[in-house]
């Protein structure tokens, strides 16, 4: 008996995850940016009170060396139309090449992109 209910406490605390999808990310010089980047967590935050939460998805990318967060309401037809720099300033669009523009569309949207979940509703 005692067995069982050493193994049940051990498979509990083995079976429990974190249910933040970037509670294990570093970005921006921080870990969990979700929670840690007060202008990130803000934004979730008025996502929620606009009801849009449950149609959000932030992303990390990586564009020209630096990282940037992608947001996409996923009712959106727009590919990075949201993206901010850690800071938490726009990164304006126009400022790229065709080719770096078509690599963050990729990278957020993409198959096979070269991103990084950092919150979710899902």
Known sequence: MKNLVLFLILFTIVSCKDKSPGAGVEACGVKDPAQNLPWLKDMIEQSAASKE????????VNLRGEQVFDFAVIYM???ACQVYHCDGTR???SKYTPAE????QQNVRGENGKRTVVWSNE
Not at 53 to 60: A, Q, R
Not at 101 to 104: G, N, P, V
């Open 77 to 79: 037809s727009c590919i």
């Open 53 to 60: 939460k449950g149609f959000l998805k932030v992303t990390l």
């Open 101 to 104: 523009i078509m690599e963050l």
């Open 91 to 93: 990164v304006d669009i």
